[in-house]
């Protein structure tokens, strides 16, 4: 493919993309992120994948108490040039205006969830953590897969330091207090 046949929008601005800006291209695809001012374009879900974030959707929305909401695959503006989208988000029932929205203020999100794919191992596991904590994002969970089933990597804010620390692992069972109690059998993704 010659540049020329590419759409005008895969070619950044000089200053990179902004948040906003992923609401006004054209025939962007669906779920491309904005990272540092680069889009970024995700690969196709496997099957782990998509069973693992409707495993989590799930029990967070069984046990969420009233005041918040949980969304899936909805993005949030951490920056001027920051707009990931994580797969599950937990955010303030204030944050809701009407079903309008196409994304969250990092102020208003609780809970940022990231099941991680073969193709966004650093993004997952190093970038995107890094920017969910210098936006003061409170928690951060990162799943990943372990012979077919989900290992949950829970974090706080260590609001001080603007950075994460890991409060536990979860293999076959998700129990905890923060930032809400939750019990879930991690194994019932084998009955998705």
């Known amino acids: 493919m010659t540049p020329s046949s590419l759409p005008d929008w895969v070619f950044p601005p000089p200053q990179g993309f902004s948040a906003e800006d992923l609401d006004h291209i054209p025939e962007l695809p669906a779920h491309t992120e904005l990272i540092d001012g ?5 690969s196709p879900q496997t099957s782990f994948h998509m069973r693992a974030v409707s495993l989590l959707e799930a029990e967070l929305r069984r046990a969420a108490p009233a005041g918040v909401r949980v969304r899936r695959e909805m993005s949030v503006v951490l920056a001027k040039d920051q707009r990931p989208e994580p797969d599950l988000c937990v955010v303030t029932e ?7 929205e196409t994304y969250y203020d990092a102020k208003d999100v609780v809970l940022a969830v990231e099941v991680v794919s073969p193709e966004s191992v ?3 596991r190093e970038r995107k953590p890094q ?3 210098q936006a003061g994002i409170p928690h951060f969970w990162r799943v990943e897969e372990d012979s077919g089933k989900p290992i ?3 974090y706080e804010l260590d609001p001080a ?3 994460y620390a890991r409060m536990g ?4 069972r998700l129990k905890v207090t923060a930032p809400f ?8 993704i084998d009955r998705i």
């Open 94 to 100: 204030e944050a809701v205006r009407g079903g309008a």
């Open 38 to 42: 680069s889009l970024v374009f995700v």
């Open 152 to 154: 949950v990597y829970i």
């Open 181 to 188: 109690d939750l019990d879930a059998d991690l194994a019932a």
């Open 122 to 124: 650093t993004r997952d």
């Open 169 to 172: 692992v979860h293999r076959d």
């Open 131 to 133: 920017l969910y904590a």
């Open 161 to 163: 330091l603007r950075s």
